[in-house]
C-alpha cells in the first residue's frame, strides 16, 4: 500500500528562535524530511529568525552541522544541499525593533503565512505585537506555540489574553506532539471506525485504563529549570491529559477541529477532584549514580519526578471505571502507552483450571508505534479445552508494508498540519485552561499540606507506593520492559 504524498501550498515560515534547541532537533529536522518526501512545494520559503548575528549562508551552516548530528546518515543525500538552499535568516531581537522592516519585505503576498515561536513564553507577547505593529502578519497568518503554556491557570490565561489581543483564535496552534503521533490518531481510528470497538468502550465492559508515559532519562543539566515544573506540569497536564481525553471522549459528530476539541474539553471538565490518597510523588535516588536532588541542584526540593494517580471521569460513559495515569524520569524503560483492560467474560463455561484472561487493547505510543489486542483463544493441539492469550498485531510496518515503515515524525505531522489550516491536533485555549483548572488545585493541596514526594529506585518502575495504588484495586501495572 503506497501513502499518497499530496503536496501542500507555497508557504512563508518564519521560525523565530531558529537557532535554538528545538528548532535544530526537530523543527528543521521534520521540515527537511517533509521536502525529502516532495510534500514542500518549490515555492515554499523557511526563515530563521534569532538574536545572533548571521547571514543566510552562516545561518546554513549551522544547520548543516545540526542536521550532521541529528539526522540519521541514510537522509544525509544530496538533497540535504537543496533543503538548506531554501533556508534563509534574518537577526531579530523579539524586544527590539531591528529586522522587523526586512521581515516584512520578504513576506509573500500569495504564499501562506505561518510563524513558528520557538523561544520562551516571555517573548509570545512582544512577537505577536511587532507582528502586527510592523504590518507583517496578515488576518489569515498562523502563529505556534510551544509548551510550556502556562504553569498555572492565572498564567495560562494571561498568555491566551496576550495572544487573543493579536490573533484570532482560529490563527493560533498550541503544540502538544503527543497528538501528531501516528498512533495516537489511529486511536481515533479504531474507535470511531470501526463497530468492533465503540460499543464496548463505556464502564460496563472496560475495567480499567493505564496511561503510561515513562522515560529512562534523569533530569541532568536542566534540573534547575525542570525543578520549577515537576511531572504534574511538565507531563500530566499537558500530554497525558490529552492522551487521557482522546481515549475518553465521546465520539465528535465529525472529524473537525472544533467537533473533536469540544468533546475532549468535556472530558476534562468531567474529571474528579482527585483524592491526596489516589496520588503518589516520587524523586528517583542515586542508585544509579546522581539523585534527582542532585540534579535539581535544591537539597530540599519537593518537585516530583515521578507521578502516578487514579483518576475518575463522572459521565455515564465511564462512572466505575479507573483511569490509571503514571510518568516519570530515571525509569526501568523508554515506554509510552495507551493500555485498555476489557472486563473478564461474565461467566466460564471452561474448567477454571483452562485459563481465559481479560481482553487487552494496547495502543503503544513509544518505542515501535502500534497497537496490539490479546484475545483468548484455544491452545493448539489435542491436549484438551485449554486457553492462550495471543495478541493480534496491529503493527503498521507489517500490515501496511514497506512505505508504512516510515511513521512520519509528530512535527513533520503537525507542522504540514499548520500548512494546511487544520487545528483538529492542537490545543485550543479553552482545553489549555480547563486541564490548569484541574491541575491547580492538586498542586496547591500538596503545597499547603507540605506534602514531599517518597523516593524510588532509579533504573526502577517506579516507587511501592505506585504498585500498591494498584494493588489495592486488585490490579497490577503494565511492566515497562
Ligand atoms: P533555546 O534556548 O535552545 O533557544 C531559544 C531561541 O530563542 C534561540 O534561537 C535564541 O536566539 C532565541 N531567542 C532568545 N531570546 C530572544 C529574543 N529576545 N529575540 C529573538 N530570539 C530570541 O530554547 P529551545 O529549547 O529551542 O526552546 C524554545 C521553546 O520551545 C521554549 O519555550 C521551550 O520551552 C519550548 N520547548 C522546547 C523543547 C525542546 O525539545 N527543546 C520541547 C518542547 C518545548
Not at 173 to 201: C, S
Not at 414 to 429: A, E, H, K, S, Y
Amino acid at each position: 500500500m503506497v501513502s499518497r504524498v499530496i503536496p501542500v501550498d507555497p508557504f512563508d515560515l518564519v521560525i523565530f528562535g531558529g537557532t535554538g534547541d528545538l528548532a535544530r532537533r526537530k523543527i528543521l529536522p521534520a521540515l527537511y524530511r517533509r521536502f525529502r518526501d516532495g510534500q514542500m512545494p518549490d515555492e515554499a520559503r523557511i526563515i530563521g529568525a534569532a538574536r545572533a548575528d548571521l547571514d543566510a549562508g552562516g545561518y546554513r551552516t549551522e544547520i548543516r552541522a545540526a542536521f550532521d548530528e541529528f539526522l540519521h546518515e541514510d537522509e544525509r543525500d544530496d538533497r540535504m544541499e537543496a533543503f538548506l538552499e531554501r533556508l534563509d535568516y534574518l537577526p531579530i531581537d523579539a524586544m527590539g525593533d531591528g529586522g522587523w522592516p526586512d521581515l516584512k519585505e520578504k513576506m509573500r503576498d500569495g504564499a501562506i503565512q505561518a510563524f513558528y515561536f520557538s523561544v520562551g513564553p516571555s517573548l509570545f507577547g512582544a512577537l505577536a505585537e511587532r507582528l502586527h505593529s510592523h504590518g507583517i502578519a496578515r488576518d489569515d497568518a498562523r502563529i505556534v506555540v510551544e509548551k510550556p503554556f502556562g504553569r498555572d491557570l492565572a498564567s495560562a490565561k494571561e498568555l491566551n489574553a496576550t495572544l487573543a489581543e493579536h490573533f484570532d483564535e482560529t490563527q493560533i496552534y498550541r503544540i502538544d506532539h503527543y497528538l501528531g503521533k501516528e498512533t495516537v490518531q489511529n486511536l481515533m481510528a479504531v474507535r470511531f471506525g470501526n463497530v468492533l470497538f465503540e460499543p464496548l468502550w463505556n464502564a460496563q465492559y472496560v475495567d480499567h485504563v493505564q496511561i503510561t508515559v515513562a522515560e529512562e532519562v534523569s533530569v541532568e543539566g536542566r534540573g534547575a529549570y525542570y525543578d520549577k515544573s515537576g511531572a504534574m506540569r511538565d507531563m500530566v497536564q499537558n500530554h497525558l491529559m490529552q492522551l487521557l481525553c482522546l481515549t475518553a471522549m465521546e465520539p465528535p459528530s465529525k472529524f473537525d477541529p472544533d467537533a473533536v476539541r469540544d468533546e475532549k474539553l468535556k472530558v476534562i471538565r468531567a474529571l474528579d477532584p482527585v483524592d491526596p490518597g489516589d496520588i503518589v510523588r516520587g524523586q528517583y535516588d542515586g542508585a544509579l549514580g546522581a539523585s534527582y536532588l542532585d540534579h535539581a541542584e535544591d537539597p530540599a526540593s519537593r518537585t516530583e519526578s515521578y507521578i502516578a494517580m487514579k483518576l475518575h471521569i463522572s459521565n455515564w460513559r465511564w462512572k466505575g471505571t479507573p483511569f490509571y495515569l503514571r510518568t516519570g524520569k530515571r525509569l526501568k524503560a523508554r515506554k509510552s502507552e495507551i493500555v485498555v483492560t476489557f472486563k473478564e467474560t461474565p461467566h466460564s463455561i471452561f474448567d477454571a483450571d483452562a485459563g481465559s484472561r481479560a481482553n487487552v487493547l494496547s495502543i503503544r505510543l513509544q518505542p515501535d508505534e502500534g497497537m496490539d489486542l490479546r484475545v483468548t483463544i484455544k491452545e493448539p493441539g489435542p491436549g484438551g479445552m485449554r486457553l492462550v492469550d495471543v495478541p493480534l498485531d496491529m503493527t503498521f510496518a507489517e500490515a501496511l508494508g514497506p512505505d508504512a515503515a516510515h511513521v512520519p515524525d509528530a512535527y513533520e505531522r503537525l507542522i504540514m498540519d499548520v500548512i494546511r489550516g487544520n487545528q483538529t491536533l492542537f490545543m485550543r485555549g479553552d482545553e489549555v485552561e480547563a486541564a490548569w483548572a484541574w491541575t491547580d488545585p492538586i498542586i496547591d493541596g500538596w503545597q499547603s499540606r507540605g506534602d514531599r514526594p517518597v523516593t524510588y529506585d532509579a533504573g526502577s518502575s517506579g516507587p511501592e507506593e505506585a504498585l500498591m495504588l494498584l494493588h489495592r484495586d486488585g490490579r497490577r501495572w503494565r511492566e515497562l520492559s
